[in-house]
């Protein structure tokens, strides 16, 4: 199975550490690093995990991935995030026309977009994707709208939805697939809950449960079992620590 990954990518750094102390010059919390982990984020964690999973996942993104960063300060006692800073994000610039129009749709299972809406991939572009494949799936930081009525599914957290849903039309809804945390997800008014856990990090959990969504549809034509076990490896990716793959 052969899956396309387009959108922006990054690379996470999580500085693990602890506090024992106020700056003297300001009321903050002295920051002392003990370890670094430090891993690709976003577009690149939906390739990573596909890739986990056993699918073959190319990927359509911003070349210059490892020069845009994501770093976190986290406790490591309590997993408590002091400060997390963003470095690059003005060198993203819009996908070339000429790689969407290289690339072989026809090869591929489905169609992974992961918009994080940085400038890669502006409305325009999306709804030329939509058009390029009958399985497309995206998940986006923009508010919805008739740009948008070209893809299969779209994945959406419950934040993202309550700032989107004045943009939505009765057959927008019918796509959306809305993720609400520990209270699980939500597909046509129906509920799709997961156990209770311990959650130490949600970083990339939106990434993990679109890989295996995606993944378990193209296998399985059910959206209901899809969704189910999206459910089940992002509450087990929320039970680590910073960024990982199924």
């Known amino acids: 199975m052969k899956i396309l990954v387009i959108g922006e990518s990054c690379t996470d750094v999580f500085h693990y550490g602890e506090s024992v102390r106020l700056c003297p010059d ?9 370890s670094i982990t430090q891993n690709v984020g976003m577009a690149k964690n939906v390739q990573e995990n596909l890739n986990s999973l056993g699918a ?35 060198r993203y610039r819009e996908i070339p026309a000429k790689a969407l129009k290289k690339t072989d749709f026809e090869r591929y299972a489905a169609v992974i977009v992961s918009d994080y809406n940085k400038g890669f991939l502006p409305p325009a572009v999306l709804h030329e994707i939509a058009q390029h494949h009958p399985l497309v799936f995206l998940d986006t930081k923009k508010h919805l709208g008739e740009w948008s009525k070209g893809f299969s599914f779209i994945k959406i957290n419950h934040k993202e939805y309550e700032e989107t849903k004045h943009t939505l039309d009765d057959e927008l809804k019918t796509r959306l697939i809305i993720t609400r945390g520990p209270a699980g997800s939500e597909y046509k008014n129906t509920k799709y809950p997961v156990p209770a856990v311990e959650v130490k990090d949600t970083s990339g959990a939106g990434d993990t449960f679109l890989a295996a969504l995606t993944k378990t549809y193209v296998e399985t034509q059910n959206i209901g079992e899809a ?5 089940q490896c992002a509450t087990k990716v929320v039970q680590r620590r910073g960024v990982s793959t199924i």
């Not at 020069?67 to 309590?78: A, F, G, P, S, W």
């Not at 969704?227 to 459910?231: D, E």
């Open 56 to 90: 073959r996942a190319d990927i359509l993104t911003n070349n210059d991935y490892g020069e845009i960063i994501k770093t976190r300060y986290v406790d490591l006692r309590t997993n408590h995030m002091f400060l997390r800073v963003d470095e690059g994000d003005d």
């Open 227 to 231: 969704i189910k076990f999206a459910n």
């Open 26 to 34: 300001a009321p903050v919390p002295v920051f002392k690093s003990l």
